[in-house]
């Protein structure tokens, strides 16, 4: 199972350091054209959900693999799980179904990473 958590911890980093170094790389338009909600949002937090995107990815991943404070890898997790919590609610304000479905099964594995790390499965 440790291997399985492993795996889930990856596929998350990966997703949410691409996810924050766009929004993080890209100018506000051009980030519109691709993600229409971010027209609900200032340059500057739009920023800063990249930002917290990409530390949490590497939240989920280098204290484990290091061994060195591994309590922030289920805190990294359980941060992501808030983050697409106000995704789900910012797309439900926007009545985008498909995106909210997408954020859904992000929030549940990260959630399931959070459970694993912060119970049976402990670093």
Known sequence: MNIVIWILQSLLAVAFLAAGAMKISQPKEKLEAAMGWVADFSA???????????????????????????VLTPLAASGLVIVMIGAIVTHARRKEPQVIAMNAVLLVLAAVVAWARFGPYAL
């Open 44 to 70: 500057p937090m739009v920023r800063f959900i990249g930002a917290v995107e990409i530390l949490a990815a590497l939240g989920l991943v280098l204290p484990a693999a290091t061994g060195i404070a591994t």
